[in-house]
């Protein structure tokens, strides 16, 4: 079956630090989303992206589906944005199952 | 607008006993999936209902069964309940868009169910 690899899997950043979250992907997808779980267990969708870029905030992604990758920018980072972010793609020819990472766990310290 | 929201938010069980959890759907969303996550990791695919039926199913045993009622609201029951079963299940919501089920998900806040 198709594998999600997420890195790094843990970043420690000072607030108002920017980063970079990468998700492979060994297949083609045409569903993924990303995904912040924060302390609480709260899982909150970010972004549904599978090609092209998208910005919220101080957040964005791109996804490269040609190249089977996406990257998710935290930019100006806060304390609030600290949990664990998680990147899920559909499974191929069964996009109703979504298929996840392990995660990056983010810490931002004040 | 009301998002997903699940009952009851903590629970705890004895081995061999059964559960059912709850699950509302988001205003407008009418296909429901469930998520076992244990700690750690991320979560795992259940099953999704869609129109009152099971449309697909992870590498979940049969104790694992749910059901879906005509106001799209769904529940999850595990029956025979194993100390492995101790996880955050998770329900997500989202609207049926044809044939490519391409569809953002949206999370409730989830049940976490300790099997002593």
């Known amino acids: 079956g198709i594998q999600v690899e997420q890195s790094p899997p843990d970043l420690i950043l000072q607030e108002g630090a920017n980063s970079t979250l990468r998700c492979n992907f060994s297949?083609?997808?045409?569903?993924l989303q990303w995904f912040h779980q924060n302390p609480w267990g709260q899982l909150i969708n970010l972004f549904y992206i599978p090609s092209g870029t998208k910005q919220n905030g101080r957040l964005s992604a791109t996804t490269v589906a040609t190249e089977r990758y996406s990257l998710l920018y935290i930019s100006s980072s806060q304390t609030t944005d600290s949990g664990v972010y998680f990147c899920?793609?559909?499974?191929?020819?069964?996009?109703?199952?979504?298929?996840w990472g392990l995660g990056t766990s983010l810490a931002v310290n004040p | 607008d009301a998002g997903v929201t699940q009952s009851p938010t903590h629970l705890i069980k004895t081995r061999g006993q059964q559960v059912t959890l709850r699950c509302s759907p988001k205003?407008?969303?009418?296909?429901v999936s469930w998520y076992q996550q244990a700690l750690g990791q991320g979560p795992q695919f259940i099953f999704q209902y869609y129109e009152e039926e099971e449309r697909q199913r992870g590498n979940f045993p049969d104790r694992f069964s749910g059901h879906q009622f005509p106001n799209y609201s769904s529940e999850l029951n595990v029956n025979a309940l194993l100390l492995g079963d101790s996880a955050l299940y998770l329900c997500?919501?989202?609207?049926?868009?044809?044939?490519?089920?391409?569809?953002?998900?949206?999370f409730g806040n989830g049940t976490r169910l300790t099997v002593t």
């Open positions: 899920a793609v559909g499974e191929p020819g069964n996009n109703r199952k979504l298929i």
């Open positions: 205003s407008g969303h009418d296909t």
């Open positions: 297949d083609s997808v045409n569903n």
């Open positions: 997500a919501s989202s609207l049926e868009q044809g044939l490519t089920y391409n569809s953002p998900l949206h």
